[in-house]
């Protein structure tokens, strides 16, 4: 199985599969028949993932998407709890369906993709399925993030559980959203979907 990859390489792509690196460079086909992108919207809280994706979602003809709240609607919700590994299996299930069930664009927004062995252990789920991998982290200043959670969620002092780690992420394509309409941070992101 061979599958290109545009912004994720190191680390999360599963061992069993090859991988070649490379720019976008126009759509890649196979035979007849172009492989489906996999598009993953990762960031910490409030970053405007969810936001994005829906538009993203709306505005790609023949797409699915799973947002990962969708699977792991938990009280208390902790990233450390060990039963939202079951979550994990959930996203890498539903993802490797939505891949056969060939839809052109799927697209997965979720915070645990600023977790490398998180997102590896989602995209080792997908079996059986060719794909084109995409990924997106949105970033954000604490000011903008915080003003954000207070006015979304009634959040005056938010905890901001993967700030530091999404800043360190490599290999994928960072977007700041900071002073940004959602509809403008979507038009970045489709302009490199459709160079891809």
């Known amino acids: 199985m061979a ?15 090859t991988l070649i690196v490379g720019q976008p ?15 993953l919207i990762g960031g910490e809280a409030w970053t405007g993932k969810s936001t994005c994706a829906e538009i993203l979602f709306k505005r790609l003809y023949n797409s699915a998407w799973l947002d990962g709240d969708d699977v792991w609607r938990v009280n208390p919700w902790s990233l450390d709890d060990p039963r939202l590994r079951i979550s994990d299996i959930n996203m890498g299930f539903v993802l490797q369906t939505y891949l056969k069930a060939k839809f052109d664009y799927v697209i ?11 997102t590896a252990r989602i995209l080792d789920r997908i079996d059986g399925a060719e794909y084109e991998l995409l990924s997106f982290t949105l970033m954000c200043d ?3 993030l915080t003003e954000r959670a207070r006015l ?3 959040e005056a002092s938010p905890h901001f559980t ?19 309409k959602p509809e403008d941070v979507a038009d970045e992101m489709l302009s490199v979907i459709h160079r891809v």
């Open 25 to 39: 460079q126009g759509l890649k086909c196979d035979g007849d028949n172009m492989k489906p992108k996999l598009i």
């Open 3 to 17: 599958a290109r990859c545009f912004g994720l390489c190191h680390g999360f792509w599963p061992p069993h599969r």
């Open 152 to 154: 979304r969620d009634d």
């Open 162 to 180: 993967l700030l530091e780690e999404t800043r360190a992420l490599v290999d994928t394509i960072k977007i700041d959203t900071a002073n940004r």
């Open 142 to 144: 604490e000011a903008t």
């Open 108 to 118: 997965l927004s979720s915070i645990v993709l600023s977790d490398p062995a998180i």
